[in-house]
């Protein structure tokens, strides 16, 4: 697609319950990064996938937290047994190459009640 | 630790006048440094990016300056617009590492 594309834009999930958030990188980025933006805080780094590279999961706050990368393409990010701290706005990016050429999607907002 | 501080955290300016964001940074050994604009509810859009060599580039009404040897950057926008109501995010990257280090923002109000 012409950009990075995340769905749902809005999540709201009971305190206990899994989510699955969407990321559909740009055609082409083989670098793909999921970020968590709390309020008022600058970007979190989550984890990093570099084309058939294992991913780079340093990131991830809890073992309640995982990314899939299928195909190379679309990444999934689960949080399981969600917690009223994981809400945020989670975003993600995509970039041809690991330095130059981010661009992020709109961003997944989950609020967790 | 890479760190990005940004300043002021938020402020408000009246249409047409123009405003400086500040940025500074710890982040070693540098690559390069971005400003962002997120507007609600978007994901953040690159403004400027530059490198150690260049020490000032625009964008339209957007000029960011760079001094690589205080490790400090500005954002310097003209003539504001109510579009430019916004969160803009310094972000830095060291040479080799692809976790790029973000700034909280700084929220730009533009009222009529």
């Known amino acids: 697609g012409a950009g990075v594309s995340q769905s749902p834009s809005n999540k709201v999930t009971e305190k206990g319950k899994d989510v699955e958030l969407r990321c559909d990188p740009i055609?082409?980025?083989?670098?793909l990064y999921w970020y968590r933006q709390s309020l008022g805080q600058g970007l979190e780094f989550l984890i990093y996938?570099?084309?058939?590279?294992?991913?780079?999961k340093s990131g991830l706050p809890s073992d309640r937290f995982s990314a899939e990368r299928t195909g190379g393409s679309v990444s999934t990010l689960t949080i399981q047994r969600t917690q009223q701290e994981d809400s945020a706005v989670y975003l993600c990016a995509s970039s041809p190459e690991q330095i130059y050429g981010y661009t992020f999607g709109s961003g997944t907002r989950l609020t967790v009640v | 630790k890479n760190q990005v501080e940004q300043s002021p955290q938020s402020l408000i300016i009246l249409e047409g006048k123009n405003c400086t964001l500040q940025c500074n940074y710890t982040v070693s050994p540098f690559s390069n440094l971005r400003w962002y604009k997120q507007d609600t509810g978007r994901g953040p859009v690159s403004l400027t990016i530059m490198t150690f060599s260049e020490n000032t580039k625009s964008n339209g009404r957007y000029t960011a300056t760079l001094d690589a040897d205080t490790k400090q950057s500005s954002l310097h926008i003209t003539a504001s617009q109510l579009s430019d109501s916004a969160s803009y995010i310094c972000v830095v990257s060291a040479n080799g590492d692809y976790k790029l280090s973000f700034g909280a923002g700084t929220t730009v109000t533009v009222r009529a």
């Open positions: 055609s082409g980025h083989t670098a």
């Open positions: 996938f570099q084309g058939n590279s294992a991913p780079d």
